[in-house]
């Protein structure tokens, strides 16, 4: 495949991919992939998935792999026994392996504010981030934008609409933003009323209209909390304010996300909706080599639609303005709840609308702390888990 625009002297990147059995981590491989003279992969995890990482191992030859389940070290150490590849297992392991000295760049797709310690460590160690885990800005946005000064260390999204505003602001260094139009497609949910989602199923709200992604992200994308982290991650990665940040449903999901500035000037960034695109530019920023994606056609195409957030209907968006208004630990607070609630409706044991109320609850009842320091975001996350776990089971009514 062509290269002709990547400059001969690309330093190879060599990849921590931390979640590498997830749905950006396996897209991130296909990358790697089709580009096997730009990136490397030193480093593969997996939580549980054993089988999808022994696989990835024997095919990219990472130095070292580590899956989070200690259950199934056995399991991983033995197919790879016979490789040059070494076994590790369990959460510090994961912390140690994103530091070691043969990355550059660690790629953060692990799901949930799991990922907050590990990007904090690879920080410190100096490792570039191509960043896929939201959660670790929202609940951490403040440490991590701080530690990333700090050490120097570059944040690139991998987000799409994060993407698209990086894309967008790329030669603009000397003109402030003004507004930031953060696009969503509106999830399969769009349009109905509060009381036509009294009795989704999981199945239904698993079934996303444009994006193929993981389970937590595509219940996140039914409720539009999706969107509420991610203003909350534009508002760490850009510095722009939370009222700068206006979401805007654009249903094709083509506009990934646009940027404003002074002079009335709106710079958008278009593609199909493939998430390898913005996977590979974060690996390869700033140059664009060739890659293997559909292309748009406009003709074909139409027409695109603009509609305002249906925030009554879906209460998970202005929660997440309150949050970030809110500041201190109250992100977190709504993440971990998020999180906790997010898997209990994929459990059926509550509600889709439940699911907002239950966010709600945590972000009235747990002790709010205006200090961030790693250990309080942390003690955060397990009170909030706790006492959603607990509401969960209670079975009171929300
Ligand atoms: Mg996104």
Known sequence: MALNNTPQDFPQKKLAVLGSTGS?????????????????????????????????????????????????????????????????????????????????????????????????????????????????????????????????????????????????????QYNPVE???????????????????????????????????GRKITIDSSTLMNKGLEMIEAKWLFGVRPEDIEVVIQPESIIHSMVSFADGSVKAQLGVPDMKLPIQYALSYPFRPALNTPRLNFAELGSLHFEKPDTDTFMCLALAY???????????????????????????????????????????????????QLKTLEETDADTRDFCRRTVASGISL
């Open 24 to 172: 950006i981590g396996t897209q991130t491989l296909e990358v790697v992939r089709q580009h096997p003279d730009l990136f490397a992969i030193e480093v593969l995890s997996a939580q549980n998935q054993a089988d999808i990482l022994i696989e990835q191992a024997l095919e990219f030859k990472p130095n070292m792999v580590v899956i989070g389940n200690e259950a199934l070290y056995e399991k991983v150490n033995e197919a790879l026994y016979r490789t040059d590849t070494k076994v590790f297992a369990g959460r510090e392991s994961l912390e140690e392996a994103a530091c070691c000295a043969e990355v550059n760049t660690v790629v953060t797709a692990l799901s949930g504010a799991a990922g907050l310690k590990p990007t904090l460590k690879a920080i410190e160690a100096k490792k570039n981030i191509a960043l896929a885990n939201k959660e670790t800005l929202v609940a951490g946005g403040e440490l991590v934008c701080k530690a990333s000064r700090e050490h120097r260390v570059p944040i690139i999204p991998i987000d799409s609409e994060h993407s698209a505003i990086f894309q967008c602001l790329a030669g603009e």
């Open 322 to 372: 309150r949050a970030i208004e809110k500041g201190g630990n109250m992100p977190c607070i709504m993440n971990a709840a998020n999180e906790i609630a997010v898997e209990a409706f994929l459990a059926e044991k509550i509600s889709f609308l439940q699911i907002g109320r239950l966010i709600e609850k945590a972000m009235e009842t747990v002790t709010f702390s205006a200090e961030i």
């Open 179 to 213: 507004k930031i139009f953060l696009t969503g497609s509106g999830g399969p949910f769009r349009g109905k009323t509060r009381a036509e989602l009294e009795n989704i199923t999981p199945a239904q709200a698993l079934k996303h209209p444009t994006w193929s992604m």
